[in-house]
């Protein structure tokens, strides 16, 4: 049944049957440095004082360490991935293809049921008995159909994506801290605080040496980031994600001056603005290569410099979306922009 036509008083009715499936015993954890498997650590807890965690704006308190989560958007399981919780995994979706994800990560999924490859589905979730979900607004979050508020209602705990929130309350800007936040906020629900802690202590200790490299920069190269459309181009504005990685890379985002995340352009601005390089997203609609092409093959886009020059970088969703890999995808996008600082990674 689609998600949009399950009323609230559907979710009432369920609450009864999801509440006797809390509290389930603890599954094993393990531990994880940048995503690959990790080794078995001690069995999780079910019990620790409850912790309360900003998100999006409201304190959300979590009274138990979660043993049966759902995640939903690809970037968001290799989150939960890097941290090494897949064995708290009942279920995933937003995942079109496991081959997706870093090969490290695949086998970490071969027992995990996929609960969807579209959109969040309430019943198939319901089935799946989970006591947390990990999504975003825009990922798997949608008013009038999944919720954090509806999953509440059935005693399920739920974290927001923070990137997301601009998507419900505003905010000065985006940041690779973001990510670093939402790691370290799983750390604390899931009582796996110095597992998180060493993750994202790497993972700023590399971002400072890429900010290093790129001390007393004169010139920030402008950047376009494609993710779809040919009619319209779909593009990323100061609240996405992209923002913060070319802005960390040393460059500046050609729609830095619209107010949105993840939106529709107009190819007029792009030649208006007349892009250095561009950033490709790769989402499988169609191929990287195909919009390579598209863009090259594009008359009225013939003299902007970054289809003169043939200046590409191409990035997974899940580099280009809050997640792990954003870091490294920073280091690849700072090489192409200025060569002679920073290193290949």
């Not at 049966?68 to 995994?89: D, K, P, S, W, Y």
């Not at 293809?97 to 309430?122: F, I, Y």
């Not at 505003?170 to 801290?177: D, Q, T, Y």
């Not at 995340?261 to 950033?279: F, H, K, L």
Request: proline share 7%; charged share 20%.
């Amino acid at each position: 049944m689609p998600v949009g036509l399950l009323p609230l008083p559907f979710l009432k009715r369920h609450a009864v049957a999801l509440m006797a499936v809390l509290g389930l015993a603890a599954c094993s954890e393990h531990s994880s440095s940048t995503g690959a498997p990790a080794a078995p650590a001690a069995p999780g807890r079910s019990v620790r004082a409850p912790v309360t965690i900003e998100v999006c704006g409201h304190p959300v308190t979590y009274a138990r360490v979660p043993q049966r989560a759902v995640t939903h958007g690809i970037n968001i399981t290799e989150m939960f991935l890097a941290l090494g919780l897949q064995e708290r995994l009942v279920g995933y979706g937003g995942l079109r293809d496991v081959k997706r994800l870093p090969q490290a990560m695949q086998p970490l999924l071969a027992s995990v049921p996929d609960l969807s490859n579209q959109g969040m589905n309430l019943e198939t979730l319901i089935n799946a008995q989970p006591d947390f979900v990990f999504s975003g607004w825009a990922y798997g979050f949608r008013q009038g159909q999944i919720t954090p508020g509806s999953l509440r209602e059935l005693g399920i705990d739920s974290y927001v994506l923070s990137e997301s929130c601009i998507r419900q309350v505003a905010r000065e800007r985006v940041s690779l801290e973001d990510t670093f936040n939402d790691l370290l906020n799983l750390g604390r629900i899931f009582d796996i605080e110095e597992r998180a802690t060493a993750l994202v202590n790497a993972q700023r200790a590399e971002l400072q040496r890429i900010t290093d490299a790129l001390g007393g920069l004169k010139e920030k190269p402008r950047v376009f980031v494609f993710d779809s459309g040919t009619d319209i181009p779909v593009t990323t504005g100061r609240y996405a994600m992209p923002q913060a990685m070319i802005e960390a890379a040393g460059g500046s985002n050609i729609f830095d001056d619209l107010n949105s995340s993840w939106m529709s352009g107009n190819w007029e601005d792009v030649i208006a603005r007349n892009p250095d390089w561009i950033v490709i997203v790769d989402n499988d609609r169609p191929t990287p290569d195909g919009k390579r092409q598209f863009l090259l093959g594009k008359p009225e886009l013939s003299q902007v410099k970054a289809i003169r020059e043939q200046n590409f970088v191409l990035m997974d969703f899940s580099e280009a979306t809050p997640g792990p890999r954003n870091v490294d995808a920073v280091r690849r996008l700072a090489h192409a922009l200025h060569p002679q600082q920073v290193t290949q990674p």
